[in-house]
């Protein structure tokens, strides 16, 4: 028995015969469906009508030390178009807090970027926009409502292996888009991250509030998909399997997202 955390996981083990069940994400039990950010701008001590862009780099070594200064170039354009800017950043631990703010300093002296120690959910509820790495983070900023771009950079030998093996196989690797099966928000893979077109569609969710309001209701019909109590329903599968019984019982066995209400 797998226990899935998206439902797309779950269709992937039906495919291939493998007893799965869809129990949700935690992150979507603890994230309230309807945030606050005026609350949490006030926690942060952030000024209320700032427009705050959030910079969330990585929470591993490897990970921030390939793509700090890609988000240091981004902040040095960003800040170059909208001097108004408010940046933040929340740093997982010292090391990477060592790696982004050497990038910051290196890259963008001028531009002030304030790091905060872990807070991250409470810098993206604060936040207008989020440029993120790929992981769990960007689904938690999908679930704080929040307008992201998502990069993703690997090593060299990686991405050579995974392009001569033809193992990538999906359309998107962002979780938002993964959820939505579309693209609602902008991915950027290698070569692809170019501080101008990740700083420029960051500005457009800024910019443009139609298309921000039609992104939350997105993030919102998948939060409401993914809220299910998942810890009691991954309890629940696990004693029906030793009991010999299959499938968890309930109102909250739904299989799929509730529908979309609108183009993203």
Same mark, same amino acid.
């Given at each position: 028995?797998?226990?899935?955390l998206l ?6 083990y /039906?495919?291939?015969g493998?007893?799965?069940e ?7 039990d603890?994230?309230p ?15 209320? %009508?700032a ?6 780099p ?10 700090a200064g890609?988000?240091a170039?981004t902040?040095r354009?960003?800040?170059a178009?909208r001097?108004?800017?408010?940046f933040v950043a929340p740093m ?5 807090t060592?790696?982004?703010a050497a ?10 970027v304030?790091l905060f120690? &872990?807070?991250?959910?409470t810098?993206?509820?604060a936040a /207008?926009?989020?440029?993120v ?7 938690e900023?999908?679930?704080?409502k929040?307008?992201?771009v998502?990069?993703y950079?690997? &090593?060299a030998?990686t ?9 990538v196989?999906s359309?998107?690797f962002?979780q938002?888009?993964?959820?939505? %099966?579309?693209?609602?928000v &902008?991915e950027?893979?290698?070569a692809?991250?170019v501080p101008?077109s990740?700083?420029?569609e960051?500005l457009?969710?800024l910019d ?5 309001e039609?992104?939350?209701?997105e993030f919102?019909r998948i939060?409401?998909?993914l809220?299910?109590d998942a ?6 599968a696990?004693?029906a399997?030793?009991?010999g019984?299959?499938g968890?019982?309930g109102?909250? /066995? ?7 209400r609108?183009?993203?």
């Amino acid at each position: 028995m797998v226990l899935c955390l998206l439902p797309f996981e779950k269709r992937f083990y /039906d495919e291939h015969g493998v007893a799965a069940e869809f129990v949700g994400h935690p992150l979507a039990d603890t994230i309230p469906l309807i945030v606050d950010r005026g609350r949490a701008r006030a926690e942060l001590d952030l000024p209320a %009508d700032a427009q705050i862009v959030a910079l969330l780099p990585g929470s591993r070594r490897g990970e921030v030390t390939r793509l700090a200064g890609d988000f240091a170039k981004t902040a040095r354009w960003l800040a170059a178009k909208r001097p108004d800017l408010e940046f933040v950043a929340p740093m997982a631990n010292a090391l990477v807090t060592e790696v982004f703010a050497a990038a910051l300093e290196r890259i963008a002296p001028r531009v002030k970027v304030r790091l905060f120690d &872990g807070r991250a959910q409470t810098v993206l509820i604060a936040a /207008d926009v989020v440029l993120v790495a790929s992981g769990t983070a960007s689904l938690e900023a999908a679930l704080c409502k929040r307008p992201m771009v998502v990069v993703y950079r690997l &090593g060299a030998m990686t991405v050579w292996v995974l392009k001569r093996l033809n193992l990538v196989k999906s359309k998107f690797f962002a979780q938002p888009n993964l959820l939505a %099966d579309r693209r609602v928000v &902008g991915e950027y893979f290698q070569a692809e991250i170019v501080p101008e077109s990740i700083g420029a569609e960051l500005l457009m969710w800024l910019d443009e509030a139609p298309r921000r309001e039609a992104l939350e209701h997105e993030f919102l019909r998948i939060h409401v998909g993914l809220k299910r109590d998942a810890s009691a329903r991954a309890a629940q599968a696990v004693f029906a399997l030793a009991s010999g019984r299959t499938g968890i019982q309930g109102p909250a /066995d739904r299989r799929d997202l509730p529908p979309a209400r609108g183009p993203a």
